[in-house]
């Protein structure tokens, strides 16, 4: 089968990044086409997966707030997903409900035995041993005072002692799974390409301030001519994380799950043809393999299901944005 590069690719795809930090990075993505672009902001947004606390086993709670209320507030605590990937799924493990493979166990504990109100932090969160990795399950805390997220406040004689059980998952099933605050996406700030239609009273102009963007890019003059074959090229992109990955392992995680997603479709375009000629579609009945015979399932790295270890892909070139494109030139400059 043989695939044909994107339309107006003069080279790979073309990364700058104008601003980063701990908590975002803010860069611009080139020579790919408008559903590629919104493919990985989708990605980033619902499929990366992180680590959230999906159980709470109450066994003492006499602070004025209900037992729900408190086990949803730690299930939105970000916790530290580095390498996340050592963490298998719930579904994929062989245990009854959690283990050391599948989940981390945090425990907490508090009790208010002073006449002044008792803030429980979650700094007073405590991850237990043994867990897939040194980092996962941590509790992020970002502020000066290193004290984390509010969980409730106590009162002389009140207690909370819970068992938490942090499991891995995806934004797409639960919001307390999502790595990012916010994803900023805009293409064609001047709005050459009239895919926007503005809603003013007087003046849009006056009424619908210009992006910062716009210094990146020609304004349109008064002169020009619609270009009805235009389509978008560059395109602005601001990821904010809330601190359980940082925003450059955000955007690798996302790039790397819609490069396994691209290569299932692939594999369930091709079947078994690559391998024995019939066609017939039999190898999506089990474990996805590749044509060239190598296995690919879920958290494989940057792997596709061609073989490898990632280092080929159908098209001829590397498979991993690292390396050569899907289309044998380099990429991510």
């Not at 989940?103 to 907490?108: A, I, K, N």
């Not at 849009?204 to 990146?216: A, C, F, Q, R």
Request: with cysteine; glycine share 10%; charged share 25%.
């Amino acid at each position: 089968m043989d695939y044909d590069p994107m339309d107006g690719l003069e080279v790979g795809p073309r990364v700058n990044v104008r601003e980063a930090a701990y908590d975002h990075v803010d860069f611009t993505l080139e020579n790919v086409d408008l559903a590629f672009a919104n493919s990985l902001r989708r990605t980033i947004l619902a499929e990366v997966p992180t680590i959230a606390i999906d159980l709470v086993e109450v066994e003492a709670n006499t602070s004025v707030l209900a037992d729900e209320f408190i086990a949803h507030r730690l299930g939105l605590i970000p916790l530290n997903s580095k390498q996340v990937d050592d963490v298998l799924y719930s579904r994929d493990c062989e245990c009854d409900q959690y283990c050391e493979n599948c989940s981390v166990l945090l425990t907490l504990h508090a009790r208010c035995t002073g006449d002044e109100q008792m803030i429980v932090y979650a700094r007073d969160l405590v991850v237990g041993e043994p867990r897939p990795n040194e980092w996962v399950g941590l509790p992020v805390i970002t502020d000066a005072e290193g004290f984390g997220s509010v969980i409730c406040k106590l009162r002389k004689g009140q207690e909370l002692r819970m068992k938490c059980i942090a499991k891995k998952g995806i934004a797409k099933e639960h919001a307390k799974w999502a790595p990012t605050s916010a994803v900023g996406f805009e293409y064609d700030p001047h709005n050459k390409l009239r895919h926007l239609d503005y809603w003013y009273e007087e003046d849009p102009v006056k009424e619908w301030p210009l992006s910062k963007n716009t210094k990146e890019e020609d304004a349109p003059q008064p002169s020009d001519l619609f270009n009805y074959a235009a389509s978008p090229h560059k395109f602005y992109i601001d990821i904010e994380s809330i601190g359980n990955l940082e925003p450059d392992a955000v955007v690798q995680q996302g790039i790397k799950v819609l490069q396994q997603k691209l290569a299932a479709v692939i594999q369930e375009l091709t079947g078994d043809e690559g391998r024995n000629g019939n066609g017939d579609g039999g190898g999506a009945a089990g474990s996805l393999r590749s044509p060239g015979g190598g296995d690919y399932g879920g958290d494989v790295g940057f792997a596709t299901p061609f073989g490898n270890g990632g280092n080929a892909s159908a098209w001829g070139g590397g498979a991993t944005p690292y390396g050569a494109t899907p289309y044998g030139q380099n990429g991510w400059n």
